[in-house]
């Protein structure tokens, strides 16, 4: 028998598009953009957020900050016990 303690279970699937969009913002912040930037650049490549709005700095770092929890989540898997 194995025990493996995890959260996956709890993460549903965002669609591609999505998922391709929180990728990207995370992509700008490793290059060292802040948030200001990053909805700077974004609303000036008029790529707008999933619900048609501009993006707006608070709104970059919430969505950041949501989808590193989410990372976070996928993550975490231990190994509590094996026994045979």
Do not use: A, C, H
Not at 1 to 22: A, M, P
Not at 29 to 52: D, T
Not at 66 to 84: C, F, G, H, N, Q
């Amino acid at each position: 028998r194995v025990i493996i303690e995890t959260k996956k279970l709890s993460v549903f699937n965002l669609e591609q598009k999505r998922t391709d969009r929180l990728e990207f913002i995370k992509s700008l912040s490793g290059k060292g953009m802040n948030s200001v930037e990053i909805s700077n650049y974004l609303n000036s490549n008029n790529i707008k957020s999933p619900k048609g709005l501009l993006y707006n700095p608070k709104l970059i770092w919430v969505t950041l900050n949501k989808y590193k929890i989410r990372l976070t989540r996928l993550e975490s898997e231990r190994l509590l016990r094996v026994k045979e």
